[in-house]
DNA sequence: CTGTTAGCGCGTTCAT
DNA sequence: ATGAACGCGCTAACAG
């Protein structure tokens, strides 16, 4: 910078403003020093200026998995609105693993994100103090969780689970099963099928119908091999929710080759509205999440809690619900 | 830091030895230290660290698209070689675009990584400056690029369409048609067009059966679109080779829906072994590269580049072709 | 609109 | 095995 300065024959102050969105140079000036900037082939070191300036301008997004179109739309969503204002996303996954998520959070803290998004509202009692301890905003996605740490931008897994057994029964559903995870790694997950188990009881349907594989992300094998489960056990079974689109997928796939008619045979339900849904045959009643608008209001309410820190403001923390709605297609 | 030393009556350079790998530090007092840092809840600032010791451990990554399995599988494969070595992976997205390749790399050297992975061998003339004048180790992944800028890890795109194609010939098919994206901006997809292109031609087999679909990456709902065209432009087709999986999932339940049976109507082959090509049904033809392994081979050739570089050896530029594989499927 | 001074929080380097 | 002095490259704060 400072034979950027020399070259252009002001001083690295002048520069350094020149580089800045807001630096209040001359026009001349500024022509100046981007000629010397580009002669030179001189490029901004953020690192530097983080140290200086106190705020990196990194943004730590923590997702379980971005192998998973749900969360890669919302990384992209977050990423989007924080690409504008020229921050930089740090992204890590937890591979739904809360101690990994634990070891994340120290990780990405080392690297003083300016905020913090991170999935779901469970944590380790240690992340947990950690966060609340780093001073930077959080923003808690993908869950309400009872007790946020912040703000957060979510929506109720139970009770999207609940209203699309509700509509399957309004259907003429009444043997409806279950299809999820074995383990409670998952929360989102753990959380369907909660409402599931709700809707059932209020319903007064038969219970019990419950299969449950592997550790999650359950996925498109899973899933098929689930329906033979629970078809080959409870043999009057007429309609089968799965905890993803994913798992759906497969499950169906699975029944054309037994050629098991879905929905003739059984309706089959998933959970995201996965592009598979929309369009495999038959397409996949499904449960819909904008998963883009959870990660552009995320960033949009981190920008906030930003602007209100840079300002000496308290920033109140947020709690936004986003809407799902159920999807009927053909598979049901 | 100081708080630290000062309560675990060290020096500062004491800590910051006792908080690295290598620290040579002896037990007792690195007890302490850790203690001490425990109780005040310390966290290390790395990019002061970076600052002084003129390493960020950053790795720049860019990937086409993280919303597509199988840069997301190369992104993992990278962050876990990385992940090791302490470094940590800084993403982006470039959306298939070169203009956005080259506003990312600048965006990414300021904030001096250690090295940088790029995928595909296009680039601006600015971008290939600057990745050349960064003086960091560079891997260009996913392809072969007829001039590297230093390492590669890939293989030809091409290649591997020719010899699908070679293999539907061999099974009796003779009327191949192609879907893949209208532009120029996917160097894959060309690249996967032009090895159809060879192939037909080396086969003496009629030429012109292409259909070309709208900005890449063309997905689920385009493959259903092009085979209808396909098929009704030319009536006597017998195979479709589609750019991705993703297209030839499209296009199957696009047939399944108009009761065009597959494979005994048409067969239909796609590339990428996306994860929905081994469960759909029929199950699906397709070119299986290890995305996972391009990651985890590029991580590791950067590590490698990266240690010379410590070492102040000068490191040799290498390239390493992965293999990939035909797959035949039902759907064939 | 521009310059000066000081310092961000570490690690390098050298000394002990 | 440990410590002291110094500086990494930039920006905040203030002055002009």
Known sequence: MAEVAARAGVSTM????????????????????????????????????????KRTGFVAVLVPSINNSNFADTARGITEVIDDQGLQVLLGATDYDIEKEEHLVQTMLTRRPDGIIVTDGRHTPRARRMLQAAGIPVVEIWDLPAEPIDHVVGFSNA????????????????K??????????????ADRRLGYLRAIEELGLPVGRTIAFGDPPISVEQGGQA??????????????????????????????????????????????????????????????????????EAGRILLGALDDVQRKRTPMPATLIVPFEVIEREST
């Open 227 to 296: 329906i033979v489960h629970l078809i080959e056990q409870w043999p009057d079974m007429d309609a089968a929710v799965c905890v993803s689109d994913l798992s759906a997928f497969g499950a169906i796939m699975e029944c054309h080759r037994r050629g098991w008619a879905v929905p003739g045979r059984i309706g089959i339900a998933g959970f995201g509205d996965f592009e598979v849904s929309r369009w495999a045959w038959p397409r996949i009643t499904t449960v819909a999440v904008n998963c883009r608008t959870i990660g552009l």
């Open 14 to 53: 002048t520069v350094s403003r020149a580089l800045k969105r807001d630096g209040a140079v001359s026009e001349e000036t500024r022509r100046r020093i981007l000629a010397a900037v580009e002669e030179l082939g001189y490029v901004l070191d953020l690192s530097a200026g983080a140290l200086s300036s």
């Open 159 to 174: 009770e999207a689970s609940r209203a699309l057994v509700h509509r399957l029964y309004q259907k003429g559903y009444r």
């Open 176 to 189: 409806i099963g279950f299809i999820g995870g074995a383990s409670r790694r998952d929360s989102r997950g």
